[in-house]
């Protein structure tokens, strides 16, 4: 092969090269279909609500692939790679942490609904029975802890930092009167360790799971209207404008759907549209 034949093979390699390049952007970009969608959920509410939700789709032509995982990183994980179109099960807070950390190109397409966290206890009927110096529990991840912390001072238990970020714990407590032991835990474990404390912080997820309500069991607990927590549905940057999303926020936001809420989770899990 002479000197020309190889300039000749070579740009046209290179112009191969682009054309596969750009065929792959192309379909990164590719608006998400307005016929089938695959949705990620966590298993229980997420789940019930998505199933909910996958039947008003289905009277329009719609069919929405449920997939249903049992932990928080796979889900957004499964989006910036493709596998899914969309997921339903996470806050802004944990969703920013995740973006930061991780450096998905996904965002929030709007809200759903929120789980307030509630103090519970086996030991006390009133959070005022609290004594000096006793063992109170809060979960350890970082999208969860500061707010749970902020749950304790909303109660008037300890006062916090100013400023603090996502990312605070414990040692971010300016005062603590009580002198109470904060006692950091995996938040699936919080509801089987409660004998072992006198309070703790639980997201409501966990806390429904081991049969307690926020309404009937939570000493104290967050606002459960204007809930400052919300979940969201999240999909790939690209596709936040796409029809199909639009439609699916109509379902989500519909008469029939907050209904749903309402008389299943009992005042647990509240509509946040």
């Known amino acids: 092969m002479n000197i020309k034949q190889k300039t000749v093979l070579a740009g046209t390699s290179l112009l191969a090269a682009i054309a596969l390049s750009a065929c792959g952007q192309s379909d990164a970009s590719e608006a998400l279909s307005t016929e089938s969608l695959t949705i990620g959920v966590t298993g229980g509410p997420h789940q019930q609500i998505a199933e909910k939700v996958k039947e008003l789709a289905a009277e329009d032509g719609l069919e929405l692939d449920i997939k249903v995982f049992n932990d928080y990183n796979t889900p957004n994980t499964a989006l910036a790679e493709g596998s899914l179109d969309v997921n339903s099960y996470q806050t802004l807070s944990f969703l920013e942490l995740q973006k930061a950390d991780k450096d998905y190109k996904i965002d929030d397409v709007f809200k759903t609904v929120a789980f307030p966290m ?3 206890s086996e030991k006390l009927t009133d959070i005022k029975d609290l004594k000096e110096g006793d063992k109170v529990a ?5 999208a969860n802890e500061l707010r749970a912390l902020r749950l304790y001072e909303t109660a008037g238990l300890i006062t916090l930092k100013e400023g603090l970020t996502d990312k605070a714990t414990k040692r971010d407590i300016a005062e603590n009167p009580l002198n109470l032991e904060f006692i950091e835990l995996e938040a699936s474990q919080l509801p089987t360790q409660l004998p072992e404390v006198a309070l703790a912080a639980i997201n409501t997820n966990f806390a429904m799971g081991a049969g307690l309500s ?6 104290f607990h967050e606002d459960t209207v204007d809930n400052p927590y919300p979940n969201y549905v999240v999909v790939r940057t690209d596709n936040k404008d796409d029809e199909v999303v639009a ?13 749903f809420i309402e008389e299943t989770f009992d005042g647990s899990i509240v509509p946040a549209f």
């Open 118 to 120: 509630g103090l519970y």
């Open 138 to 142: 809060v979960p350890n991840d970082p």
């Open 214 to 219: 926020i309404n009937e069991d939570a000493l």
């Open 247 to 259: 439609t699916l926020k109509s379902y989500y936001h519909s008469d029939e759907v907050r209904t």
